[in-house]
């Protein structure tokens, strides 16, 4: 089961999600983050943290969790 994570856009970069997530401190450790970590977007690996992700899509972070992104309501 993933954890919802809501935002309040029709999209997000994954560097901003994965703050939101609580899973980096800041956004400038994204690219850090991005090369030391296995990050799944929908099952994918992805390694840019400009990646734009969409009201959907499920971020796996291997060893910390899973999270949806879902709209604010």
């Known amino acids: 089961m993933s ?3 809501e935002i309040s856009t029709d999209t997000i970069a ?4 994965l703050k ?3 899973v980096i401190e800041s956004g400038g450790m994204a690219k850090w983050f991005l090369q030391e970590f ?3 977007v ?3 690996l992805e390694d ?3 990646k734009k992700l969409k009201i959907g899509d499920v ?3 291997e060893g910390i969790g899973s999270f ?3 709209e604010d309501e």
């Open 14 to 17: 994954l560097g901003q999600f």
């Open 3 to 5: 954890e919802p994570i």
């Open 20 to 22: 939101l997530a609580n």
């Open 48 to 50: 840019r943290r400009g």
């Open 59 to 61: 971020v796996k972070v």
């Open 38 to 40: 296995d990050v799944f």
């Open 68 to 70: 949806e992104v879902v």
């Open 42 to 44: 929908n099952d994918e």
